[in-house]
């Protein structure tokens, strides 16, 4: 009874020091974060301490017969020791005594992990210190938690810890799938990590990946034929990590919990891989200081598939997220006035504006070619990005209530001062800033009904937004109105309309220029994508005339291409016609043709003169209508089926429309050369 007390008080004691003076499980905690892709693909990783790869372990996805030889190799009898391997301890003595030195070890999995998680000289006195923290470590973990801390922290060279880090360096993948002289390299490299580098000693590596082996064959963990085969595979060279979708992946790793061995993100690697460097390539044509950005998005659950934050980090500004910055976005902000005017019943598509120079109290703005068009309909005010209905619609509508609508889908535009200034009617000009991401979430509200949801950025994330009711912000009928007429603009130079183009999607689209050319937007939505499209310079600089139908459409409609859109059947042709209240914006009669482009009094300098030139394109609101320059007619362009009015050379001259009623409309304009 008296040694039963004794071992009981002895167990307590033990209990109450092991307690008081449990191992430090620090470094267990700090573990490099790795943000995947679609498939699993390694995105990116951010290092710990010291600039070291730390990669934690998930031993699910880790080779399952690379752990069985890991342990046949280093602790046999790992699974049922308590920390310290009594048999192992009798033959490394034993075998010291003989030979007068230590010629074998006796440390176990345990005691390693102990060593690494704190590191000490190597002495006996440290060496019994491992096996007191072997002992706590049993009794806090299961085998499992033990072998993959093993992992997560052994050292493979260099500043890689971890065989995850290891094997996507030296291997180019996970470790969920190794091969033989891959596995014996990887259980070789922590017992002398600088010595055996197989990217700086390759032979010490050869010779020490043949010795695992042939403790594999006599282990019986390995035949010797496979272990011939495996001592032909080349030695492998250390390369880079991945670093793809940068900017975002580094967000969601700097984001995610200490425990989470990797986080699960939307991207599809594919995707991200081509458009990055489109990105750079586009930047670099537009000038030294240029950079770009692109965000695509899913609409059915906001998954961001593809993000490119800069167009390189070896460009000027390339560090920093654009996607994240606030920027002005010009006209792209037009649709939702004209889609909260549809919502509202204050327009429809064919009310009637007045595009004349027009003066909102302090405000007066103009159009972009500084030309305005008399009157129009809202539709076509929308398709030609018109400023002065825009602005006009805005006034009805009122920017507060505008402003205070986007908010409420949970978008925010960045005014200056506006702690003390109201929201202005330059809002519908870009008059304000909204980040890229924001800009992208209000084109996937128009793609999905007019429900506005936050993007998505992870796959638990994505689920959520696909249960989620969203906030609506428009009606569908409205948001739809305001795309039918976004598929009608066209398209850029040099590329057919998607809607004449065989198979093709039809794309609803808008760009914006921001004031001195700071900023090209184009945004899109197509194929249930919404797409949006940047060029600028990240420290807000001007640039001379690059504008966003220039500078980012082309690239709008590439993006389009990769991202793979299914074809879609035309869209019905819908009446073109408002209700009978909303005729026009004031209600006034019939007066037959109304002449659009070039206006009464306009002066027009062309790029070419002659035949040979691009010509002019003419508008005109009406039907069935034809077109007189000093009294000839003009006839339509074979091409395009619009009539394209070539100047033979500069001068005044008298337009005339004329519909099939007889009903005419003319202007008089002057022609300047060009130069």
Known sequence: MRLLTIFLAAQVVLFALSAAFPPDMGRAKRSSPVVLGERRAWLRALPVEDGRWRVRTDLERTDPTFLKRLVAVEDARFRWHLGVDPIALVRATGSAVVHGRISSGASTLSMQTARLLEPRPRNLGSKLIEMVRAVQLESRLSKDEILALYLTLAPYGGNLEGVRGASLSYFGHEPSSLTDGEQALLIALPQAPEGRRPDRRPEAAREARRAVLDKMVRAGVLTDIAAVEAEGEPIPRRSVFPAMAWHLAGQLAAAAPASQPSVASTIDPDLQARLEPMAAAVAASQGPEATSAIIVVRIRDRAVRALVGSAGRDRPGGWVDMTRAARSPGSALKPFVYAFAFDDGTLAPDTQIDDAQTR????????????????????????????????????????????????????????????????????????????????????????????????????????????????????????????????????????????????????????????????????????????????????????????????????????????????????????????????????????????????????????????????????????????????????????????????????????????????????????????
């Open 360 to 675: 909102f109290a302090d405000y007066q703005p103009e159009n972009f070619d500084r030309v305005f068009h008399g009157k129009v309909t809202a539709r076509e005010a929308l398709a030609y990005s018109l400023n002065v209905p825009a602005v006009a619609t805005l006034e009805k509508i009122g920017p507060e209530a505008f402003a205070a609508r986007l908010e409420a889908g949970g978008v925010k535009l960045l005014r200056p001062k506006a702690e003390v200034k109201a929201a202005g009617l330059a809002l519908a000009l870009g008059g304000a800033g909204i980040t890229l991401r924001d800009l992208v979430t209000l084109y996937a509200a128009l793609g999905d009904g007019g429900v506005a949801k936050p993007l998505a950025y992870t796959v638990d994330e994505a689920r959520a937004r696909e249960r989620s009711a969203g906030t609506r912000i428009a009606r569908p009928e409205a948001v739809n109105q305001v795309l039918d007429i976004l598929r009608e603009a066209p398209g850029p130079r040099g590329r057919a309309p998607s809607a004449l183009t065989r198979g093709g999607p039809a794309m609803a689209f808008k760009t914006g220029t921001s004031y001195g050319f700071r900023d090209a937007v184009a945004a899109g939505v197509v194929g249930g994508h919404a797409i949006l499209v940047w060029t600028g310079r990240a420290d807000g600089g001007a640039r001379g005339g690059l504008t966003g139908r220039d500078a980012a459409l082309p690239l709008l409609f590439d993006v389009a291409d990769l991202v793979g859109a299914p074809p879609t059947a035309p869209r019905p042709i819908a009446p073109k016609s408002a209700p009978g209240a909303l005729q026009r914006l004031q209600t006034v009669a019939d007066e037959g043709p109304r002449l659009i482009f070039p206006p009464d009094g306009a002066t027009v300098q062309v790029e070419g003169l002659g035949k040979a030139s691009r010509g002019l394109v003419l508008a005109a609101g009406g039907e069935n209508l034809s077109w007189y320059v000093n009294g000839a007619p003009l006839s339509q362009d074979a091409v395009s089926g619009k009539p394209v009015w070539r100047p033979p050379a500069a001068g005044f001259y008298r337009l005339r429309v004329v519909d099939a009623q007889g009903r005419a409309a003319s202007a008089r304009v002057r022609i300047k050369a060009p130069g």
